[in-house]
């Protein structure tokens, strides 16, 4: 292998920007079903809240398998239309077409529990499924787009940005554009999120704006497809798939990257399930107040996104990460505090007027800014981690396993979603959540509350404790391209 060609290059701003497009396919898939999935199933289907988990956590933890899998596909293509494109394209199309059949489910299925939850099971199989074949290949795509080491903070920090923003235009606001409130007969309120059409329009609509994404990701890419069929592969066969993954998995750096990734995540998607039956249910917010309590939480993970280019050019990764922990921490906390004290007062945010009714909204807003903020810092941190160390892999060995690399990333992120999915919908059948119920007990919403808000700071506490002996650096990565290139 000539190392000569794996010198770093600086990428164009404008080429991260169109690269993170396509991350508004992943955006709409993973969070239409993360923010809305579990309402739906329960509140509108009617499915036990039990139910409802298993069959989320099944197909994510389908997907993580399927990942490994499509990561050495995509890494042993041999196309003139390169590894990578291929895959996105179709994927993207797959996606967007599952997402909608998602939310559009036909009366048939629902004449009993059993058929109810093999058609959610098999489609959520369906939908992620093309989301291995989409999400793999793309994230390999800018591991190959930005090959520097702060470039790849800025790539990942600019993608995490792009999936958050799309994710407040179609996640927060969608309290507002798809969710509104309606009016019974007698004229009391009836809340957004119990009405059924809502769910179709945010479907369909979802589902169009994926494509549309998927499409112009491909086409301003188009510069980066390399003509694959002549570079050095291992082969697509058992043995070699099985060789490639051991081999990942045996790779000190990246098992450090492994177990903070898995830990974290299962923290963060166990707060993202349930604080928002924390304010439907008990804090008894207007569709507006939704949407802003809903929307400081992709604001801060954006945020926190944008920010990791400038941090790790100051401080370097692991003390960001370190940073990023001691935010989310912090706001997680504060969430319990004002709970478990009971200066969230559910009465004033439905009963009171004008300011003083918006207190609990800006209360729990800003705490969840601020988890969510940290949050944002450590999963696009950790993805540009391992593209480091993808990069010494490739000078140790000789062969590129961008993909690969990105695929056991994919596959752990996802499985401790899975795990986190799981539990969560038997937490909620465990402190007594009734599923169509208009609303719950005072009693039960203030211990989902107190789950989600003190479970995800506990565990990300927990995560950062395994990075404290990381060695990659700029320094440290520098030193080993030195030595491979001269």
Same mark, same amino acid.
């Given at each position: 292998? #000539?190392?000569?060609?794996?010198? +770093?290059?600086?990428?164009?701003?404008?080429?991260?920007?169109?690269?993170?497009?396509?991350?508004?396919?992943?955006?709409?898939?993973? #969070?239409?079903?993360?923010?809305?999935?579990?309402?739906?199933?329960?509140?509108? $289907?009617?499915?036990?809240?039990?139910?409802?988990? $298993?069959?989320?956590?099944?197909?994510?933890?389908?997907?993580?398998?399927?990942?490994?899998?499509?990561?050495?596909?995509?890494?042993?293509?041999?196309?003139?239309?390169?590894?990578?494109?291929?895959?996105?394209?179709?994927?993207?199309?797959?996606?967007?077409?599952?997402?909608?059949?998602?939310?559009?489910?036909?009366?048939?299925? =629902?004449?009993?529990?059993? %058929?109810?939850?093999?058609?959610?099971?098999?489609?959520?199989?369906?939908?992620?499924?093309?989301? !291995?074949?989409?999400?793999?290949?793309?994230?390999?795509?800018?591991?190959?787009?930005?090959?520097?080491?702060?470039? =790849?903070?800025?790539?990942?920090?600019?993608?995490?940005?792009?999936?958050?923003?799309?994710?407040?235009?179609?996640?927060? !606001?969608?309290?507002?554009?798809?969710?509104?409130?309606?009016? !019974?007969?007698?004229?009391?309120?009836?809340?957004?999120?119990?009405?059924?059409?809502?769910?179709?329009?945010?479907?369909?609509? $979802?589902?169009?704006?994926?494509?549309?994404?998927?499409?112009?990701?491909?086409?301003?890419?188009?510069?980066?497809?390399?003509?694959?069929?002549?570079?050095?592969?291992?082969?697509?066969?058992?043995?070699?798939?099985?060789?490639?993954?051991?081999?990942?998995?045996?790779?000190?750096?990246?098992?450090?990257?492994?177990?903070?990734?898995?830990?974290?995540?299962?923290?963060?998607?166990?707060?993202?399930? $349930?604080?928002?039956?924390?304010?439907?249910?008990?804090?008894?917010?207007?569709?507006?107040?939704?949407?802003?309590?809903?929307?400081?939480?992709?604001?801060?993970?954006?945020?926190?996104?944008?920010?990791? !280019?400038?941090?790790?050019?100051?401080?370097?990764?692991?003390?960001? +990460?370190?940073?990023?922990?001691?935010?989310?921490? %912090?706001?997680?906390?504060?969430?319990?505090?004002?709970?478990?004290?009971?200066?969230?007062?559910?009465?004033?945010?439905?009963?009171?007027?004008?300011?003083?009714?918006?207190?609990?909204?800006?209360?729990?807003?800003?705490?969840?800014?601020?988890?969510?903020?940290?949050?944002?810092?450590?999963?696009?941190?950790?993805?540009?981690?391992?593209?480091?160390? +993808?990069?010494?892999?490739?000078?140790?060995?000789?062969?590129?396993?961008?993909?690969?690399?990105?695929?056991?990333?994919?596959?752990?992120?996802?499985?401790?979603?899975?795990?986190? %999915?799981?539990?969560?919908?038997?937490?909620?059948?465990?402190?007594?959540?009734?599923?169509?119920?208009?609303?719950?007990?005072?009693?039960?919403?203030?211990?989902?509350?107190?789950?989600?808000?003190?479970?995800?700071?506990?565990?990300?506490?927990?995560?950062?404790?395994?990075?404290?002996?990381?060695?990659?650096?700029?320094?440290?990565?520098?030193?080993? =391209?030195?030595?491979?290139?001269?």
């Amino acid at each position: 292998m #000539n190392t000569k060609t794996a010198i +770093s290059r600086e990428t164009p701003v404008k080429d991260i920007w169109y690269y993170a497009i396509g991350e508004g396919s992943t955006s709409i898939a993973l #969070n239409g079903v993360n923010n809305f999935g579990m309402i739906f199933y329960t509140q509108i $289907l009617g499915l036990s809240a039990g139910y409802a988990g $298993l069959a989320l956590g099944i197909s994510t933890l389908w997907d993580a398998i399927a990942d490994p899998l499509m990561g050495h596909i995509t890494d042993n293509t041999k196309s003139k239309y390169g590894r990578r494109h291929l895959y996105i394209f179709i994927g993207g199309i797959l996606l967007s077409t599952s997402f909608l059949f998602l939310w559009f489910v036909p009366a048939t299925f =629902r004449t009993s529990t059993q %058929l109810l939850f093999c058609y959610l099971l098999v489609v959520n199989l369906i939908l992620k499924t093309s989301l !291995a074949i989409f999400v793999v290949p793309y994230t390999a795509l800018g591991f190959e787009v930005c090959t520097t080491y702060d470039g =790849r903070s800025k790539l990942q920090g600019i993608r995490s940005f792009f999936n958050m923003a799309i994710n407040f235009i179609f996640g927060a !606001a969608a309290w507002a554009l798809f969710f509104k409130d309606g009016i !019974a007969k007698d004229g009391s309120r009836i809340d957004g999120t119990q009405i059924s059409s809502n769910y179709l329009t945010m479907g369909a609509t $979802l589902a169009i704006t994926s494509l549309i994404l998927t499409l112009l990701c491909c086409h301003f890419t188009k510069k980066y497809i390399k003509d694959s069929r002549n570079m050095i592969m291992e082969g697509n066969s058992i043995r070699y798939f099985l060789h490639d993954i051991w081999a990942i998995l045996k790779d000190k750096y990246a098992q450090k990257i492994f177990i903070f990734l898995a830990i974290a995540q299962f923290g963060m998607i166990l707060t993202a399930q $349930l604080q928002i039956f924390a304010y439907v249910d008990f804090m008894q917010f207007s569709s507006m107040k939704k949407t802003f309590v809903h929307g400081s939480t992709m604001i801060g993970f954006a945020l926190g996104s944008i920010s990791i !280019a400038a941090l790790v050019k100051h401080y370097d990764k692991k003390i960001t +990460s370190y940073i990023g922990a001691g935010i989310a921490m %912090l706001g997680g906390i504060m969430l319990f505090v004002v709970f478990s004290c009971g200066i969230m007062n559910p009465h004033m945010s439905a009963n009171a007027s004008g300011l003083i009714g918006w207190v609990p909204a800006f209360t729990f807003a800003l705490f969840q800014f601020l988890f969510w903020g940290g949050c944002g810092i450590l999963i696009p941190l950790a993805t540009s981690m391992i593209a480091d160390i +993808s990069e010494i892999n490739k000078y140790r060995t000789g062969i590129l396993k961008d993909g690969s690399y990105s695929a056991m990333f994919a596959f752990i992120l996802k499985a401790s979603s899975s795990g986190a %999915l799981f539990i969560t919908g038997f937490l909620l059948s465990f402190v007594g959540y009734v599923p169509e119920a208009q609303m719950q007990t005072l009693s039960v919403a203030k211990n989902i509350s107190s789950v989600a808000f003190l479970g995800g700071p506990i565990l990300i506490f927990i995560a950062i404790l395994t990075m404290i002996n990381y060695p990659i650096t700029k320094k440290f990565l520098d030193k080993v =391209r030195d030595e491979n290139i001269n």
